[in-house]
């Protein structure tokens, strides 16, 4: 074969497997969860001192994610586990619980993160300190109540060139609301640490429980297109 032809058949070869690769049909349609937490800081009502309180870390258990709809007047679920733990404060949040959906428009969206207990882990851990005037301390509150995370939308279409992302948020100035600066002042200490859990500070820690069982979590749904 002669240098030009082999040449010209080379160049053929290189655009028929350009057309292939980009006639290569998209990955189907997915959707995973994101879990973050918003807010790490709190400021108490006014009183005679300024108090607040900061989170500086915040390690969430989610071992069970669904995805509850209405498509074409039928309800339909899909169901992830997840094992591992999620940093909520990470700079980039941790996707998990992916799963591939049929294209379509769903309704009546029920998004819930069930946060469960593995062994003796808690299911929610946050570490900070409170401040009161010139008053510092360490405060951690322990979960160990299992919790759903529960958040609802109105409709998404899920088309064959994307992948989506649900990213549920906590806000945690919303968890001790409802506590004063006294309170946490008037806490019992173990080891020098304000701990609100179930067994230290139980009236402290229903509040926190009753704030993220009932609260209104929210959910954005993230749509990420494919390049052909």
């Known amino acids: 074969m002669n240098q030009s032809l082999w040449i ?3 160049l053929i070869g290189l655009a028929f497997a350009s057309c292939k690769k980009s006639n290569n049909p998209p990955p189907p349609p997915s959707v995973n969860y994101q879990l973050k937490a918003t807010n790490s800081s ?3 009502a006014k009183n005679t001192t300024t108090a607040n309180i900061v989170w500086t870390s915040a390690i969430a258990y989610p071992d069970v994610v669904k995805f509850v709809a209405k498509q074409n007047n039928l309800t339909v679920s899909f169901t992830s586990t997840n094992k591992d733990a999620i940093d909520l404060l990470a700079p980039v949040p941790i996707s998990f619980g992916t799963f591939v959906l049929p294209t379509g428009t769903y309704d009546g969206i029920s998004l819930k993160i069930d946060l469960g207990k593995t062994g003796t882990v808690p299911v929610l851990q946050l570490g900070g300190s409170f401040t009161s005037g010139i008053v510092t301390c360490p405060v951690a509150l322990v979960v ?4 759903e995370l529960t958040t609802d939308q109105e409709n998404v279409t899920i088309s064959n060139d994307s992948t989506y992302t649900a990213v549920t948020t906590i806000d945690l100035s919303s968890l001790t609301s409802g506590i004063t600066a006294t309170m946490l002042l008037n806490a019992q200490l173990s080891g020098g640490t304000i701990v609100i859990s179930a067994d230290s500070n139980h009236d402290l820690y229903d509040i926190v429980l009753d704030h993220l069982q009932h609260e209104n979590h929210h959910t954005e749904f993230e749509h990420h297109h494919h390049d052909h």
């Open 144 to 147: 160990t109540n299992s919790i």
């Open 42 to 44: 709190y400021t108490f």
């Open 8 to 10: 010209s058949v080379a």
